[in-house]
């Protein structure tokens, strides 16, 4: 029989949780990484100078669990924030999981790390929807125009966001800032981190509860402008042209194919 390659037992994963005023959402983000089975993990709390008890939540949570740092200072905005917490980083994988956005199941930690080698760089899986209520919508696939890959590169970037931020885990040294004042700064992160990566991995499970209406939902229309401007950048300004009318002709059909039933 081939020998299983296993990841050296110190792989370690940086889990980033951005918050400002988040104290409903915050307790069960912070749960959903304290059930996780694989014991290495850095938590990292980047608090927005929150008005509520947020940071009274994470200064009690940082008691129960083993190495949780956080800071608390007013920011510029959610990837001010979550560039912060690179900076803090200091595991082998980071993971940007915001208030209110759970890992999936207690064994997700401990399944990607079975899958790391040394040749790789970037972990990604699928994203389930939830409500408010927590009640699941249905998976990123399903709902939306955006499937996701069995296998992942850069340039698949071009037809958009196949993966979100929240189901795709690079390994923290090709991870750069965040660009700031646009909307789809982790667009350009991902394609940035897939440009240098050697292999990317489809974990072939469910990552993330990822909780809808997030700020590009809320600003749909300057995300689609600052998504082009991503695309223009990296693809060139004809091949964003062409996309984009196809992301445009693709998001109609879905539509016609979704009408009666949920969609994102």
């Not at 996780?36 to 608090?47: A, G, K, L, S």
Request: one cysteine or more.
């Amino acid at each position: 029989m081939p020998s299983t390659v296993l990841p050296p037992p110190s792989t370690v994963f940086t889990i980033i949780t951005v918050v400002y005023n988040g104290e409903k959402d915050l307790p069960g983000t912070m749960e959903s990484v304290r059930r996780q089975t694989w014991p290495h993990i850095e938590y990292i709390f980047v608090d927005g100078a929150s008005k509520d008890n947020s940071l009274k939540i994470i200064q009690e949570f940082a008691q129960t669990m083993p190495n949780v740092h956080w800071i608390s200072e007013p920011d510029k905005g959610l990837y001010d924030a979550m560039s912060k917490g690179l900076k803090m980083a200091t595991g082998d994988f980071v993971w940007c999981l915001n208030s209110g956005d759970h890992i999936h199941a207690p064994d997700v930690l401990e399944k990607m790390a079975a899958l790391v080698t040394p040749q790789t760089d970037v972990l990604y899986g699928e994203t389930l929807l939830v409500n408010e209520d927590r009640v699941p919508a249905g998976t990123m696939s399903e709902l939306s125009t955006r499937q996701l890959p069995k296998k992942l590169y850069w340039r698949d970037f071009l037809g958009g966001m196949l993966v979100v931020h929240q189901a795709f885990i690079p390994r923290r040294t090709l991870a750069p800032p965040f660009i700031e004042n646009n909307l789809c700064a982790d667009y350009d992160w991902c394609i940035k981190i897939l440009k240098k990566s050697r292999e990317n991995v489809n974990t072939g499970f469910i990552t993330t509860d990822y909780l809808m209406g997030g700020i590009s939902k809320q600003r749909h229309r300057q995300s689609l402008r600052d998504r082009f401007d991503v695309m223009r950048r990296h693809f060139g300004l004809i091949p964003a042209l062409l996309a984009h009318a196809w992301i445009v002709i693709r998001a109609i059909l879905h539509r016609l194919r979704r009408i009666g039933k949920s969609r994102y």
